[in-house]
């Protein structure tokens, strides 16, 4: 996968398929499944590290998390979150955490939220030569300001809001933008003005492409899931299961069976016998 692969299935209205991975399973999971892209989400901070928010994750834990994506990743494109705090303060801060991402953990691109300060950022990061992908509408970093975890652009005034920071990021140079929990009729109006690719999640059916969260579609996750999400499979369950059996058989002796044991040579036993 390449950026102009990217831009190619937009032109081609072949729709983009994205998901999360947050370590090397993961990502090796979505390389073999054939995805087109790949986010290490700081949504990480929830799934696999147990925040409450995507708020306290740091730039270390992302940088760790990227790297072990990278190592399981050779065909689609991963982008990496810079988490919040990482690159608001100046052009300068963002730039330089960008580039750990790249330089550290082998990231293709990273992604920005928000409109505001972050169209001045995400400008400066790809001045740097770093491909930025954008992120409006519902942007969890944020939440507080936007009135929590809710849809963005119920309203005419909120939906032109929402435009406005879109292109303002495609003219600061984002090669591609997330668009989270917007409503569809919103979506639609804004698509046709967009010629850079867009990848929803519960922004409706008119975007680009769409990303998920793994342990979402998985259903490996143990939360409340937003409207937006679809499970293809309900890994917890069998997971548990698992363990619990694994815990029963040493419980009872029934694990290790020999064939799980190494055998030794019968005058080595008996010399050791002796
Ligand atoms: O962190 C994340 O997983 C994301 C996607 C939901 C777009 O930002
Ligand atoms: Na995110």
Do not use: N
Request: aromatic share 6%; with cysteine; hydrophobic share 45%.
């Amino acid at each position: 996968m390449t950026f102009a692969r990217l831009t190619d299935l937009k032109a081609k209205r072949q729709p983009i398929a994205m998901v999360t991975a947050y370590d090397y399973p993961s990502a090796q999971i979505a390389e073999a499944a054939g995805v087109d892209m790949v986010l290490v989400g700081d949504s990480a901070a929830m799934t696999v590290l147990g925040y409450d928010s995507t708020v306290p994750v740091t730039v270390d834990e992302m940088l760790m998390l990227t790297a072990a994506a990278r190592r399981g990743l050779r065909t689609p494109l991963l982008v990496a979150d810079l988490p919040f705090g990482s690159y608001e303060v100046s052009d300068v801060q963002a730039v330089a955490t960008a580039q750990r991402f790249v330089k550290e953990a082998g990231a293709d691109a990273v992604k920005i939220e928000r409109g505001g300060t972050s169209v001045e950022r995400a400008r400066a990061i790809v001045a740097a030569g770093i491909p930025v992908m954008g992120h409006v509408g519902l942007t969890p970093q944020t939440a507080a300001t936007i009135g929590g975890y809710r849809a963005q652009g119920r309203t005419a005034e909120e939906a032109v809001a929402v435009f406005r920071s879109a292109r303002a990021l495609r003219s600061a140079g984002c090669f591609a933008l997330v668009f989270e929990a917007i409503p569809s009729p919103a979506t639609d109006a804004m698509m046709p003005l967009l010629d850079i690719p867009v990848i929803g999640i519960g922004a409706g059916p008119a975007t680009d492409g769409q990303v998920l969260v793994f342990h979402d579609l998985l259903g490996i996750f143990d939360g409340r899931a937003a409207r937006f999400v679809k499970r293809y499979a309900e890994l917890r369950e069998p997971m548990i299961s698992a363990v619990a059996a694994y815990a029963e058989d040493v419980r009872t002796h029934r694990y290790p069976a020999p064939e799980h044991e190494y055998s030794m040579a019968v005058a080595e036993s008996q010399r050791l016998e002796a």
